[in-house]
């Protein structure tokens, strides 16, 4: 079973940055697509942004919210997946959560424990 850990949340001040990143363990086949969720109090959670496994890596997807702050790439390699992100906001403080997702035989929809970004302003 897919196993994920993801680590570099912490506490920043407005406008500053921090990287996230997920690593996959016990992966036998490679994801369909690799992601980003977050989850505010009280809020659903939400898509942040997306990447493919395969092929080009500029094949990404934002949330409005976050285009031109956030960056999502991926090292295939090492099955990691990053989140940069630049000029945060208050808006932005939430639980981050990585998810791997496998949509054809054997499918599977494997995520992380989640870490906490919290902005303050």
């Known amino acids: 079973q897919v196993q994920l850990v993801e680590s570099g949340g912490g506490l920043v001040q407005s406008g500053g940055s921090l990287r996230l990143s997920c690593t996959a363990s016990k992966i036998e086949f490679s994801p369909t697509r690799m992601e980003w969720y977050r989850q505010a109090p009280g809020k659903q959670r939400e898509l942040v942004a997306s990447?493919?496994?395969?092929?080009?890596?500029?094949?990404?997807e934002y949330a409005d919210s976050v285009k031109g702050r956030f960056t999502i790439s991926r090292d295939n390699a090492q099955n990691t997946v990053y989140l940069e992100m630049n000029s945060l906001k208050p808006a932005d403080t939430a639980v981050y959560y990585c998810?791997?997702?496998?949509?054809?035989?054997?499918?599977?929809?494997?995520w992380g424990q989640g870490t906490q970004v919290t902005v303050s302003s």
């Open positions: 990447i493919i496994f395969g092929g080009p890596s500029k094949y990404t």
């Open positions: 998810n791997f997702k496998k949509t054809e035989w054997p499918a599977y929809d494997a």
